[in-house]
């Protein structure tokens, strides 16, 4: 069994599903793309990224269509931790030393910008998506002074180098926020929080339809030939596009491992790596209480903020507008779901929140996300041989992280401005250094896990 086919099996206990059921928009007529004229942009993916692009581009008067395997938000887009946060899934630092600490800076306030990206969207559009605001990030106790101490001094370099003002809370300050025994401290963070993606990425969707976006859903893309203009070759015929933008992040891993020749293009112009080497599949799992007591959840997280621990290897909780509280963690590096996922993240969650003790799941549910080696998101270009002739422009969004509800909108943004013939933002992210995953094909997921493994044992101990 492929591992999206698993991916598929753990979606089906989804809350957000059952508390925003499909079909929400309503595809396109079952009409031959053979039929359509050759389109501007061809989006290849219907979740956040492939959305956000579209937008931007119809916005800018091109002409898209939108192809999506399954649903609009039937990945990781729709059924995530809902956190929506500033940054990268990896230290600025991590960026620093890759392009410097000026375009270090730049792409740290393009993530707020993001943000801002996000509410416009959401009020432009009436998106209803539960938006809260409040992100905590704690220290748990186990790591007791050492990393209470680590994580002050990064929120004091995030207030001197980028001027990201964060509240720093001491373990006298914690209750007004959170009542659990397992933290000492940490950050709270007022311009980022929580809300259901799959609302959003509907809302983003009907949205895009509004501006004149065709999008097409059951219909994944089998095969793309490089050529001017490229062929999208599906299972209700063949789409031309002029430029064309792979926005499917882990769900594109087959497709972009079958591109042939095809190679990340570097800022020099030489070729890097095949774009499906770049990244890997990472199953991620949630669970949900269900609707607590009158007055239990607002005396576990008063200030009703979305958390995260700074562990490596971390659990996020949050809790939703119904009133319950969602806990997700447990990751898998390698494709199988953990034994007993459920059972395990009800555990943590009674020693996050003993009040909790005994508390049933309601739902429980995972998902792959698709990771880089350094936890940076993966926006390139595509590139074949000369043989190969002219070929239509290829742009690749892909590598967030667990970290894409912001940064995918910034994502659209770029990519549109790249395309309409403005790439200077674009690049900036285009410069970082991606490597493929070491191991080749058989052996780069048991060399993740092995490596994984050693990051929980140190988080543990």
Not at 34 to 60: F, H, K, N, W
Not at 188 to 213: E, I, M, Y
Not at 300 to 320: E, G, K, Q, W
């Amino acid at each position: 069994m492929h591992w999206l086919d698993i991916d598929a099996d753990l979606a089906r206990d989804s809350y957000y599903a059952r508390t925003s059921p499909w079909p929400l928009v309503a595809s396109e007529p079952a009409q031959p793309l053979d039929d359509l004229p050759v389109a501007d942009v061809l989006v290849i993916g219907g979740g956040l990224a492939g959305l956000s692009v579209a937008i931007e581009l119809a916005d800018r008067g091109r002409q898209v269509v939108l192809l999506e395997a399954v649903r609009v938000g039937a990945g990781a887009s729709g059924r995530n931790g809902g956190q929506v946060l500033p940054g990268l899934a990896c230290d600025l630092e991590v960026i620093e030393r890759q392009v410097g600490q000026q375009d270090a800076g730049r792409i740290w306030t393009m993530t707020l910008e993001a943000l801002d990206v996000l509410a416009a969207r959401r009020e432009r559009f009436c998106i209803d998506d539960e938006w809260q605001p409040g992100y905590l990030l704690l220290a748990d106790r186990s790591w007791r002074a050492r990393k209470l101490k680590s994580l002050r001094r990064w929120v004091e370099r995030m207030r001197q180098v980028h001027g990201h003002a964060m509240t720093w809370l001491g373990p006298a300050d914690l209750p007004a926020h959170i009542d659990s025994p397992r933290f000492v401290g940490g950050a709270l963070d007022p311009l980022a929080g929580h809300l259901h993606p799959l609302k959003h990425v509907q809302g983003l969707a009907r949205a895009a339809r509004s501006l004149g976006v065709r999008i097409v859903e059951g219909c994944p893309v089998l095969r793309l030939q490089p050529g001017a203009p490229a062929v999208a070759h599906t299972p209700r015929g063949r789409l031309r596009a002029r430029h064309v933008v792979l926005a499917g992040n882990a769900a594109l891993h087959a497709l972009c491992s079958d591109l042939g020749e095809a190679r990340v293009v570097r800022a020099d112009g030489s070729m890097a790596a095949s774009p499906a080497a770049r990244i890997m599949p990472v199953g991620t799992y949630v669970v949900t209480t269900p609707v607590l007591p009158p007055g239990l959840l607002d005396g576990l997280l008063p200030t009703r903020s979305a958390v995260c621990d700074s562990n490596f290897v971390l659990d996020y909780f949050r809790p939703t507008a119904d009133g319950r509280l969602m806990f997700g963690g447990g990751v898998s590096y390698s494709t199988r779901t953990p034994h007993r996922m459920a059972a395990g993240l009800q555990r943590r969650m009674a020693h996050t929140f003993p009040a909790l003790a005994g508390t049933p799941v309601e739902h429980a549910w995972g998902g792959f996300v698709d990771i880089t080696q350094n936890r940076a998101p993966d926006f390139a270009r595509l590139g074949w041989p000369p043989h190969r002739g002219p070929v239509a422009p290829v742009y690749l969004l892909q590598g967030f992280s667990g970290h894409g509800l912001a940064l995918t909108a910034l994502a659209g943004r770029l990519v549109a401005e790249a395309l309409c013939g403005d790439s200077e933002r674009f690049d900036v992210l285009a410069r970082l250094q991606h490597r493929p995953f070491p191991g080749g094909a058989w052996l780069r997921t048991p060399a993740l896990v092995l490596g994984m493994t050693w990051y929980r044992l140190r988080d543990l101990l």
